[in-house]
C-alpha cells in the first residue's frame, strides 16, 4: 500500500518560487517518483520525475531550467522546487509513485499511485 501526502502548493505571483513536498509512506524506497499536475479540460501531465535511486531525472520541455525534483530515501520524502513560476503553471500538482520497483520515473504510463493533489496558483 502506497500513501503520498502534498504539501507545499498556494498562491504566488509570477516570477516567485513555491516548493512541494511529498510525504510517502509504504514501498516507495525502491520506486520512481514524479511530480504530474493538471488543469480542468485537460490530461493529467507528468511535469518531473526522479529515478528510484534519485540519479536519473526527467522534466517536461517548459518547466526545464526552473524546476528541480529532488528525493531523501532517508525520510521518504519528495520534492519539487519551482522557480520563476509562471501563470501558465498554475495547476493542481499530484506526487506520484511508478507502479514497479526500480522505476526511472520516466514515462507518464508506468506510474500508478497519485496523491490527492495541491493547488498552485501563479498570478500575473
Known amino acids: 500500500q502506497v500513501q503520498l501526502v502534498e504539501s507545499g502548493g498556494g498562491l504566488v505571483q509570477a516570477g516567485g518560487s513555491l516548493r512541494l513536498s511529498c510525504a510517502a509512506s509504504?514501498?516507495?524506497?525502491?520506486?520512481?517518483m514524479g511530480w504530474f499536475r493538471q488543469v480542468p479540460g485537460k490530461e493529467r501531465e507528468l511535469v518531473a520525475g526522479i529515478s528510484w535511486n534519485g540519479r536519473t531525472t526527467y522534466y517536461t520541455d517548459s518547466v526545464k531550467g526552473r524546476f528541480t525534483i529532488s528525493r531523501d530515501n532517508g525520510k521518504n520524502t519528495v520534492s519539487l522546487q519551482m522557480n520563476s513560476l509562471k501563470p501558465e503553471d498554475t495547476a493542481v500538482y499530484y506526487c506520484a509513485a511508478d507502479r514497479a520497483a526500480y522505476g526511472l520515473g520516466y514515462p507518464a504510463g508506468g506510474y500508478g499511485y497519485w496523491g490527492q493533489g495541491t493547488q498552485v496558483t501563479v498570478s500575473s
Open positions: 509504504g514501498r516507495t524506497l525502491q520506486y520512481g
